[in-house]
């Protein structure tokens, strides 16, 4: 017979978008227990969490307080900003906390110094950091799996590619360098800064393969757009840039064994006219060679009557991968982890 153990006490680290589908995913399963939320502006404190993620009051007030939530006790954090802040994590993992994080996370290396920061603080607490989402996080796992029927690999692809006109998050796309002028100086400076994540999930899938890395490359290339585009909160002018491919490379022995895409496109008025593939496109080259499409679409009963509606299925994508994974985070070693330390995760069906 065995003892079910009590749910793990999880702290709430903002309710923005993706942190909103955090609170649902957490209130919905028993064997997590939301005990705080960190509120990241004054006008949330104090109030619901369930009312500020659109739910039935959830008995837990936000609050800016950061030591009343660490005396909280609590097991982990679920953290969403929009951009780790490192300070910010290594106070939570001093005092004992784990972290799983969507905040622009998987390894910490584009974090340079910060990241010798981050494995100080998890010795200190005793405390262990994970970081995921959709792509990168867990587009690299299915990667990653899709490499167990090879006897032989010899370069991993792992592209998204998609046509992002819905998706209004100027605060990340301005970032990468959409609605810059098409010429303008140091644009790939920008997307590479931008995109530095996905030089994470290189390096976090060579550590999973077993190999050492020569070195990660960068490259970039642009479409402009022939007319002004609308996009609601943001406008991108008449030759700005509305198309945005970037690739993150992992080199030994003089090939490329690992590398990791995006092609994000704005609207219909592309120069060059660039195709998407509308999903993720993995594809393994080896014996036997391997090609995954991993499509994402709404389920029957979905209902939609804007934009934002949509935008909740890639909430929805980039919180789970991290939520899913806090029973595993929360029993595993301190430090930085990543797929390649932890067992399966996979979701509690409702």
């Not at 509305?242 to 995006?262: F, K, P, T």
Request: hydrophobic share 45%; charged share 20%.
């Amino acid at each position: 017979m065995t003892t079910q153990r009590p749910p793990y006490r999880v702290v709430q680290w903002t309710t923005g978008n993706v942190g909103r589908r955090s609170v649902r995913a957490v209130a919905a399963r028993p064997d997590l227990e939301l005990v705080g939320c960190y509120a990241w502006s004054a006008d949330k404190a104090g109030r619901d969490v369930g009312e500020l993620c659109g739910l039935e009051p959830l008995g837990v007030t936000a609050t800016d307080d950061v030591e009343a939530l660490l005396a909280l006790r609590p097991d982990c954090v679920v953290y969403n900003p929009m951009w780790p802040d490192v300070d910010e994590m290594a106070r939570i993992l001093a005092a004992g906390v784990d972290i799983v994080s969507t905040a622009g996370f998987i390894t910490g290396h584009a974090l340079g110094a910060g990241r010798d920061r981050l494995l100080a603080a998890c010795e200190t607490g005793g405390s262990t950091l994970f970081g995921s989402g959709m792509n990168p996080g867990f587009a690299n796992l299915i990667a990653l799996v899709s490499t167990g029927i090879c006897d032989r690999v010899e370069r991993i692809t792992v592209l998204e590619s998609v046509d992002s006109t819905g998706y209004d998050s100027p605060d990340t796309e301005l970032k990468v360098g959409f609605a810059q002028p098409i010429d303008a100086p140091g644009l790939a400076e920008m997307t590479r800064e931008g995109t530095a994540v996905f030089g994470d999930a290189v390096h976090m899938m060579a550590d999973a393969l077993g190999v050492d890395l020569d070195e990660v490359r960068f490259e970039a290339e642009y479409a402009r757009t022939t007319h002004a585009l609308d996009l609601g909160s943001w406008t991108i002018p008449a030759d700005g840039v509305a198309g945005v491919a970037a690739s993150w490379q992992g080199w030994v022995d003089g090939r490329c064994l690992i590398d990791l895409r995006v092609r994000w496109r704005k609207g219909r008025t592309l120069d060059p006219d660039w195709p998407v593939e509308h999903g993720y496109v993995i594809d393994v080259e080896g014996q036997p060679r391997v090609h995954t499409k991993v499509e994402v679409a709404p389920p029957p009963d979905f209902q939609a009557t804007s934009f934002a509606d949509f935008m909740v299925l890639g909430m929805i994508m980039t919180a789970m991968p991290a939520v899913d994974a806090i029973p595993a985070v929360c029993q595993a070693r301190p430090g930085i982890v990543t797929y390649a330390d932890l067992p399966l995760i996979a979701a509690r069906p409702s």
